[in-house]
């Protein structure tokens, strides 16, 4: 038996599971997918929010507040990749500067710092010289630029150290009360047993809040498109560029063009109301809008460099033309003591992680005593990429080890040795996205044109796949049929 | 740090072409760089005939071409370094090579480039709809099939008519999978005719012009894709859409000249080719670095990135010895109407130059003009000009004489 059972493992689930390993509990997390960061947590900005955007005394304004510094203490334990860039939101229209002062307000309210208002197209562009004309913009240093997904698996992994569980491709499909406890249901009819049961399954929250009985919530999926460019481009952009929000959907940040830490630039997110809570399908007019959008921002893109396009979805709480503030929602549920639910974590829900677990580790604290673990890990080893390495190490490390000398993936120069560690990584993640996540392989311009046939063999001759064996992300993504001929 | 006279990257067709004519011209301490364990580059994965028609006189397969390149390679005792790649190449034409055995720097009198090209992407051309598995650009399909020996899918839509995607239109066909179809949004095929012939009418695969998908469907494995009819400005025309059922789309929609190496040297890049700038001894903006083959302009055949690759080797010879024209009046040379490119893009009147070029549209019974300002210096009869051809002028030194710009056009 477990005494917690998280339910979703991306970001607020690894993180409430982090949170929670500090102190002697049993702990599981079960995730549906075949790695921990296939929803919201791989498909978003990748921007830690300052948080002047939601209302003050909100939770949404507390904890972004409160997580904007808590995750960039945890990544620097965690060793992952962050950039204190700062953001600029730019006004191009004298209207849109009062509203600049609005969110310096909500900011300063909120206890942001270091917010400025700058005006003046030459002085917006001392900051950040390749930005279209504005006519003034608001600085935001506190806002930072991180790898998301590098990010959750780091948690994860540190996790594991840490004696969670995961149950990877463990879709839970029925809970129930006995003794006290919840009983749980997987896919495969698969039971686990847990004390404490934390809803953090993201845009399907509301779906299994009713699982577990309490049928109050109602998630609108809200779909947001990017394009991805060419990190040739990265020299020309030093710090996300945001609009001044948009009216026409609640909480809608806009259209924004951010630097990611690897290097490619991302363009979007869009925002439409869609059915499916996993629609992560691009479109054709998005695509043009996100492309003339970013190019108000920063004219200093071509349609070629468009390297990838890609969705997330917003798990948003309230449907189409509700314009209404809407908070996160948090709680431990009267008529299902010990379920807490978290509905409507979208953004700045990635930022607030880490405060949202302490809220949940409070929750549980106000019931029962938490005793800290003897020997808490902070943090699962983790190695720079070889190729941040100074040219004499990779030498050295190439001589020493023929699988550094071998480049797989051309665009990101990642080593064979890399590849293999992502393979052999400690979650058990076994599909061609997990290696993409972990390695940047087939992330680059070329998006696996080179590595892929070559990842391919590695996995057949040196982890003995067969042709079956091969899957590109979710379950049923087969790569191969089977064999052309026998092989002798 | 090793010094050497010649280093060629890449030994595809145009840098095994490359090496076995500077050894053949004297030049000795040339080392052949290859990134695979194999030598021969793409057309190891090309198992169909047709190569080798100009080159030897004879239709080859992919390999059966190599092999007659490797058996020189062998005899005249080429230094080769094979499973290295270049992950860096300086200005000053030091390099950086990594491999299993190791990794250092080493430098070069000469640099050829002979990294051949890559495939565009699902993302390059804005592919909309879902990510799932079973997209495959056609290269990976044919490396995948015919080298890792995979079979990719079983029903197969094939999204642009570039000859790659046609050669895996008949592969797939004789291998057990049903090709449905062949899209192309441009109002012509951008393959070659012999292989819209051999590949999809022996076959019966359909091919349809103005057309392109519109939509992937499908979460894990791709289950269909939503195509339309394009109008002539290539915009989709409402209500044509059509779905249809597949578990593979394979994507033919172009190749690019792979020149991350050269930019991060400083080698100036053309916009339209995607290929170095080069003048008429093939030398890049960088004094004593060449480029030939697919890395200069996507070929139609392989026999002409050899040549290309041959006609390097000398150059590139003349340039160790210090005897490549000098000159400090280049001549432009411009794209003019209805041609996409020509090349090389400056020359220096002081030697014959053979000019190829590609028209930006099919057309027939038309000439090609080289003009300064308003004199015409050649004219040539082209029966059937077509972007999928590349065509050629040679122009003699001779005629070159006085010559202050260049453009080519078709009238």
């Known amino acids: 038996m477990f005494d917690i059972g998280i339910v979703g493992g991306g970001a607020v689930g690894s993180s409430i599971a982090y949170e929670l390993s500090r102190f002697n509990l049993k702990i599981a997390v079960f995730e549906k997918e075949p790695d921990v960061i296939f929803g919201a947590s791989g498909r978003n900005s990748g921007v830690v929010h300052a948080g002047f955007y939601y209302r003050p005394g909100s939770l949404k304004a507390k904890l972004c507040v409160e997580g904007n510094k808590k995750i960039k203490e945890w990544m620097k334990i965690l060793n992952v990749p962050f950039k204190a860039t700062g953001k600029i939101l730019v006004a191009f229209e004298e209207e849109e500067v009062q509203e600049l002062y609005k969110l310096k307000e909500i900011g300063d309210t909120n206890g942001v710092e270091g917010l400025e208002i700058i005006k003046g197209s030459e002085n917006v562009q001392k900051l950040c010289p390749t930005v279209g004309e504005a006519v003034a913009c608001m600085y935001s240093p506190a806002t930072a630029i991180f790898s998301p997904y590098l990010f959750v698996i780091a948690l994860a992994e540190t996790n594991l150290l840490n004696d969670v569980k995961y149950f990877l491709n463990c879709k839970i499909v029925e809970v129930k009360r006995e003794n006290g406890n919840f009983m749980l249901k997987d896919q495969n009819g698969n039971r686990y047993e847990c004390r404490w049961l934390i809803n953090a399954t993201g845009v399907h929250c509301a779906e299994f809040s009713k699982m577990v009985g309490i049928d109050s919530y109602r998630i609108y999926p809200c779909k947001g498109e990017y394009l991805l460019l060419d990190k040739a481009l990265a020299p020309l952009l030093n710090m996300p560029i945001y609009p001044v929000p948009s009216k026409d959907v609640g909480a809608y940040l806009g259209v924004h063009i951010t630097p990611t830490v690897e290097g490619p630039i991302t363009i979007g997110p869009s925002a439409e109301y869609i059915e499916d809570p996993e629609g992560y399908e691009t479109t054709p007019e998005i695509m043009e809008q996100l492309f003339q959008g970013g190019y108000k921002l920063w004219p200093y893109f071509k349609r070629s460099d468009v390297i990838r396009t890609f969705t997330g979805v917003r798990a948003k709480p309230v449907p189409p033309g509700d314009k209404t503030f809407y908070d996160f929602l948090i709680k431990e549920e009267e008529s299902v003591p010990n379920f807490i639910n978290l509905i409507g974590i979208e953004s700045p829900g990635f930022t607030s992680a880490p405060a949202i677990a302490r809220v949940v580790r409070e929750i549980i604290e106000k019931k029962e005593k938490l005793i800290p673990k003897e020997k808490f890990v902070p943090a699962s080893p983790r190695k720079e990429r070889f190729e941040d390495l100074p040219e004499e190490e990779k030498q050295r490390r190439a001589r020493e080890n023929p699988e550094y000398g071998e480049i797989i993936c051309r665009c990101e120069k990642v080593t064979k040795r890399e590849i293999i560690e992502a393979i052999e990584n400690p979650l058990g993640a076994k599909t061609l996205a997990s290696i993409k996540y972990r390695t940047r392989a087939m992330m680059g311009r070329c998006q696996g044109g080179y590595c892929l046939p070559k990842i391919v063999e590695i996995l057949e001759k040196e982890f003995g796949y067969k042709p079956e064996d091969f899957q590109l992300h979710k379950e049923g993504s087969w790569l191969f049929s089977g064999r052309m001929r026998k092989n002798d | ?411």
């Open chain 2, 1 to 411: 740090m090793t010094e050497k006279d010649v280093v060629i990257i890449g030994a595809g067709p145009a840098g095994l072409a490359c090496a076995t004519r500077l050894k053949e011209i004297g030049v000795n301490d040339v080392l052949l760089i290859e990134r695979e364990k194999k030598l021969g580059g793409i057309l190891n994965q090309c198992i169909h005939d047709g190569f080798g028609l100009h080159k030897f006189k004879e239709t080859l397969t992919g390999p059966e071409y190599i092999e007659r390149y490797l058996q020189k390679l062998i005899n005249y005792k080429v230094e080769v370094l094979s499973d290295t790649m270049v992950v860096n190449l300086f200005p000053d034409k030091s390099m950086i090579l990594s491999g299993p055995w190791g990794r250092e720097k080493i430098k070069a009198k000469a640099v050829v480039l002979a990294m051949g090209c890559r495939e565009r992407t699902a993302g390059a051309i804005w592919l909309a709809g879902s990510r799932p598995a079973g997209v495959y650009t056609a290269g990976v399909a044919q490396r995948l099939m015919n080298i890792d020996n995979y079979m990719i899918g079983n029903e197969v839509v094939i999204l642009g008519s570039g000859d790659v995607g046609l050669i895996m239109a008949r592969r797939l066909t004789l291998e057990g999978a049903r090709v449905l179809m062949v899209l192309e949004k441009l109002p012509y095929s951008s393959g070659l005719p012999r292989n819209i012939s051999q590949c999809l009418n022996d076959y019966d695969i359909p091919l349809y012009l103005k057309t392109t998908v519109t939509r992937i469907h499908g979460k894990a494995r791709i289950e269909g894709v939503t195509y339309v009819s394009l109008d002539d400005e290539g915009k989709p025309i409402p209500g044509s859409e059509r779905f249809i059922r597949c578990d593979t789309l394979l994507l033919s929609v172009g190749l690019i000249p792979e020149n991350e190496l050269s930019r991060e040297a400083g080698v100036a890049i053309h916009p339209v080719t995607g290929g170095p700038i080069v003048n008429d001894t093939y030398q890049t903006n960088i004094e004593g670095v060449f480029a030939a083959g697919n890395v200069l302009h996507v070929h139609d055949l392989a026999d002409w990135a050899s040549m290309e690759g041959e006609l390097v080797a000398d150059f590139a010879k003349r340039y160790l010895e210090g005897s490549l024209p000098q000159t400090q009046n280049w001549i432009e040379v411009k794209a003019g109407e209805g041609i996409r490119y020509v090349l090389p893009q400056r020359i220096s009147g002081k030697i014959d130059v053979n000019l190829l070029f590609r028209v930006s549209f099919p057309a027939r019974n038309k000439h090609i003009v080289i003009k300064d300002k308003d004199r015409i210096i050649k004219r040539k009869r082209v029966i059937n000009p077509h972007p999928a051809i590349m065509e050629n002028i040679e122009v003699k030194r001779d005629e070159l004489k006085g010559v202050q710009s260049l453009e080519v056009m078709i009238e």
